[in-house]
């Protein structure tokens, strides 16, 4: 079965940079599009990106376009978001999943990555 | 983008009640919505697709329908394991957006 696992949060001073990997086992991972999904804390989910099957359509949240990029390496099964001009309100976990046949659902998740914005 | 309108955000009901969630679309989603299930500590887990499709393993005492821009989520006998919050989602257009959740909390 399809299992995503995240790494790479942690605490990161405003303006700051961090790049999440996720990685993907149990599924072909190179034929179905990988999402960003964050939640701050106590808070509801905000979809922050998508990149499609072969990379070569992203799609972004106005909150995070121009700071946030997010890629694929289809060859190792794992996605990036690269994060960068970090903001307090960018304090969140954040899960990758992907979606499936039934179009931009999202039918597997991983378990999150706390980043965490401060000074 | 599409903003997406839950209500109400928390409701308290009993085991074997019948619990009913609404969003609300600020555009027709031509059935592109789905309501996803997420309990404390955990990611989300998707339950329904295309308004009213469930999906693989969920049990049918969840429904969705849907009637112009309102789509509900409606569980019959509530179980112990479905307290938990409930998000909708649209996936008609991107950005991709959320309902702002409902907390099912036990009586």
């Known amino acids: 079965q399809a299992q995503l696992v995240e790494s790479g949060g942690g605490v990161v001073q405003p303006g700051g940079s961090l790049r999440l990997s996720c990685a993907a086992s149990?599924?072909?991972?190179?034929?179905?599009?990988i999402h960003w999904v964050r939640q701050s804390p106590g808070k509801g989910l905000e979809w922050v990106a998508a990149?499609?099957?072969?990379?070569?359509?992203?799609y972004y949240a106005d909150s995070v376009k121009d700071r946030f990029t997010i890629s694929r390496d289809n060859s190792n099964n794992v996605a990036y978001l690269q994060m960068s001009s970090l903001r307090s309100d960018d304090t969140a976990v954040y899960f990758c999943?992907?979606?499936?046949?039934?179009?931009?659902?999202?039918?597997?998740w991983g378990q999150g990555t706390l980043v965490a914005v401060s000074s | 983008a599409i903003r997406m309108t839950q209500s109400p955000s928390s409701l308290s009901a009993s085991p074997g009640d019948r619990v009913t969630i609404t969003c609300r679309a600020s555009?027709?989603?031509?059935?592109?919505l789905a309501w996803y299930q997420q309990k404390p500590g955990q990611a989300p887990k998707l339950l329904i697709y295309?308004?009213?499709t469930l999906q693989s393993g969920v049990p049918s005492r969840f429904s969705g329908s849907v009637s112009g821009t309102d789509s509900t989520l409606t569980i019959t006998s509530l179980q112990s394991e479905d307290f938990a919050t409930y998000y909708c989602?649209?996936?008609?257009?991107?950005?991709?957006?959320f309902g702002g959740g409902t907390k099912v909390e036990i009586k």
């Open positions: 295309k308004t009213s």
């Open positions: 149990g599924f072909k991972f190179s034929i179905y599009g």
């Open positions: 999943a992907k979606d499936w046949e039934q179009g931009l659902t999202l039918d597997s």
């Open positions: 990149l499609s099957y072969n990379g070569g359509s992203t």
């Open positions: 555009q027709d989603l031509r059935g592109y």
């Open positions: 989602q649209q996936y008609w257009s991107y950005p991709l957006t």
